[in-house]
């Protein structure tokens, strides 16, 4: 059998290592420094708006195989891993 999903979930996970990858590198990207709450709050608001971008554009309704949406994922992981 060959099941399909959507690419939207192996993106999500995708979209979270990179800007959390990109604000480990380089932290003077973060405008608010000491507020906590802010940082955060600017972290999710990058996450949802490449997110938005994503939707709008349709990318994330293409289907692909589940094992390589895993091959994806587990590539990303071991990036993450290795990098930051």
Same mark, same amino acid.
């Given at each position: 059998?060959? *099941?399909?999903?959507?690419?939207?979930?192996?993106?999500?996970?995708?979209?979270?290592?990179? %800007?959390s990858a990109?604000?480990?590198?380089?932290? &003077? @990207?973060?405008? *608010?420094?000491?507020?906590?709450?802010?940082?955060?709050? &600017?972290?999710?608001?990058? %996450?949802?708006? @490449?997110?938005?971008?994503?939707?709008?554009?349709?990318?994330?309704?293409?289907?692909?195989? @589940?094992?390589?949406?895993? %091959?994806?994922?587990?590539?990303?992981?071991?990036?993450?891993?290795t990098l930051?």
């Amino acid at each position: 059998m060959n *099941f399909k999903i959507t690419l939207r979930i192996p993106l999500l996970i995708l979209i979270f290592s990179l %800007v959390s990858a990109i604000i480990k590198y380089f932290p &003077q @990207i973060m405008i *608010f420094k000491s507020n906590y709450f802010l940082n955060s709050a &600017q972290f999710l608001f990058s %996450v949802i708006i @490449i997110f938005f971008i994503l939707e709008k554009t349709n990318i994330n309704k293409k289907e692909i195989t @589940i094992s390589s949406a895993i %091959v994806m994922v587990l590539s990303i992981f071991i990036i993450d891993y290795t990098l930051v």
